[in-house]
């Protein structure tokens, strides 16, 4: 059985042509389509699918993955496990997933992180009608859209990977507001939310390009969580599934996939 684990929504970097690699279309705020065509800017329109191999997810009090470290520190910061892959065949997220707090909570305290650990290779789908045409994904890439004027034909799904934060001219990208970015981790702030993503390589130690087999994600939380040793029950994850259209105004330029969103909540 396949570990594939559809997050129908949007995965978290930005808008990059190439996902979490084009430092291009960049703003910290980006809003839904509004049925136009959008010029120089982006809006954000639902995924109609998204898949990613999920290897590992994490409740944590500090930062696992500070930047001073180039790999990441579960006991050191005070981490709950949620999920393993080496314990678990599978994981659906195509909803949003309520997962088991352990029987007896290892380390009371303030929970402020959830961090996720994933194969580097995303697929994703998507269309937008902007009131005359559907412009739809195509299987090479998200600046190959088809343009059709029914709704017959479906979205083909695209698969990339993340190469470089800086792109191919190793320029700052916007997204990215730890001075641009490096080449293998961008601290992100978008739509008012904290994230971090990072490079791994098959030995999880911070990685970029073709090197770069796994990926490794975090997200602020808001509210924290509190846990003592007495709590039990769920964490329940909440994410959006979103893609960013570009256009100059009259054609749709490419789809790609959106930084990903997730929310965590404590379920008593």
Same mark, same amino acid.
Request: a positive charge; one cysteine or more; aromatic letters at 14%.
């Given at each position: 059985?396949?570990n ?6 949007? /995965?978290?970097i ?19 389509c ?5 010029? @120089? ?7 109609? $699918? ?20 180039s ?21 659906? /997220?195509?909803?949003?997933k +309520?997962?088991?707090?352990?029987? @007896?909570?290892?380390? =009371? ?9 994933? &194969?580097? %290779? ?13 412009w ?12 059709e004027?029914?709704? =017959? ?5 695209f698969?990339?990977? /993340? ?6 001219? @190793?320029?700052?990208?916007? #997204? ?5 970015? $490096?080449?293998?981790r961008?601290?992100?702030? #978008?739509?008012?939310?904290?994230? $971090? ?13 073709n090197? =770069? %087999?796994?990926?490794f #994600? ?18 329940q994850?909440?994410?959006? +599934? @979103?893609? &960013? ?18 929310? =965590? $909540? #404590? /379920?008593?």
């Amino acid at each position: 059985m396949k570990n594939i684990f559809f997050f129908q929504f949007i /995965l978290l970097i930005p808008s990059f042509s190439s996902l979490f690699i084009n430092p291009v279309f960049s703003n910290n705020t980006i809003l839904n389509c509004s049925g136009d065509i959008p010029k @120089n800017n982006p809006c954000l329109i639902k995924a109609i $699918t998204y898949k990613v191999n999920i290897i590992r997810i994490d409740l944590c009090q500090t930062n696992p993955f500070p930047s001073f470290r180039s790999s990441s520190d579960y006991i050191g910061a005070k981490c709950i496990n949620l999920f393993d892959k080496k314990k678990y065949r599978s994981f659906d /997220l195509k909803n949003n997933k +309520k997962l088991n707090l352990p029987r @007896n909570v290892p380390i =009371a305290g303030k929970y402020k992180y959830i961090s996720m650990v994933f &194969e580097n %290779k995303f697929s994703a789908s998507g269309k937008y009608y902007d009131g005359d045409f559907y412009w739809k994904t195509s299987r090479k890439g998200p600046k190959n859209i088809i343009k059709e004027k029914n709704n =017959a034909g479906k979205a083909y799904e695209f698969t990339t990977k /993340l190469q470089n934060w800086r792109g191919k001219e @190793n320029t700052n990208n916007k #997204y990215c507001s730890n001075n641009g970015g $490096t080449k293998s981790r961008c601290e992100l702030k #978008y739509n008012g939310f904290n994230m $971090t993503g990072i490079g791994l390589g098959s030995d999880f130690i911070e990685e970029y390009g073709n090197g =770069a %087999k796994y990926m490794f #994600y975090m997200s602020d939380l808001e509210p924290e969580i509190m846990l003592d040793k007495n709590s039990s029950g769920y964490i329940q994850l909440n994410y959006q +599934k @979103n893609l &960013e259209v570009y256009g100059d105004g009259g054609s749709v330029k490419s789809i790609s996939i959106a930084p990903f969103i997730i929310k =965590a $909540t #404590y /379920l008593n």
